[in-house]
């Protein structure tokens, strides 16, 4: 299964975080965050829809369909009178990295259990303020010290980077 697809994956936090290496204008941006928002809460969409939700004019919408479409990052498919926009193009281009997703699995492999969501976040926190080392380092620590749980990670992590090993 594609990590873009994984319940502890945050796609729009990762759209963000990848913006300038997607090249994406504001326009497209703020389309492709809609879009995967309406499709996460199963919300029909239309060009209508995303102007009244970007406060876009339906023209600038429309230009941005079109420009998301010939980048390859937007699909529209049409089954009967349903319609429907993938953006899952967007999670595969030119094989930008998932920082972090590995980490994820890591995780909830030591923990024995499924991560929750303010564990997430606070793992999502990790992976911009430290490496992918450190956090492991702090991990098998925890872990070694029968210690496991965020609390002590993160005080690791932190004392850590106040001995300049950031």
């Known amino acids: 299964m594609d990590i873009y697809r994984e ?47 970007s406060n876009l004019n339906k023209e600038d919408v429309d230009d941005a369909i079109v420009k998301l479409c010939s980048k390859g990052y937007l699909t529209i498919e049409q089954s009967g009178s349903v319609i429907s926009f993938n953006i899952d193009a967007v999670f595969t281009h030119h094989n930008i990295s998932y920082a972090g997703a ?46 496991l749980n965020f609390s002590f990670i993160d005080r690791q992590l932190a004392s850590k980077d106040e001995d300049g090993q950031k």
């Open 102 to 147: 590995e980490l994820y699995k890591i995780f909830e492999a030591e923990f024995g259990r499924i991560l929750s969501e303010r564990e997430l976040e606070r793992l999502s926190e990790w992976t911009r303020l430290y490496s992918h080392e450190q956090i492991v380092d702090a991990l098998r620590e925890a872990s070694i010290n029968r210690k």
């Open 7 to 53: 319940k502890y994956f945050n796609r729009r936090n990762w759209i963000l975080e990848n913006l300038s290496a997607l090249n994406l204008t504001a326009a497209e941006s703020l389309i492709v965050l809609l879009i995967d928002f309406c499709n996460e809460f199963s919300q029909p969409i239309d060009i209508q829809v995303l102007s009244r939700l």
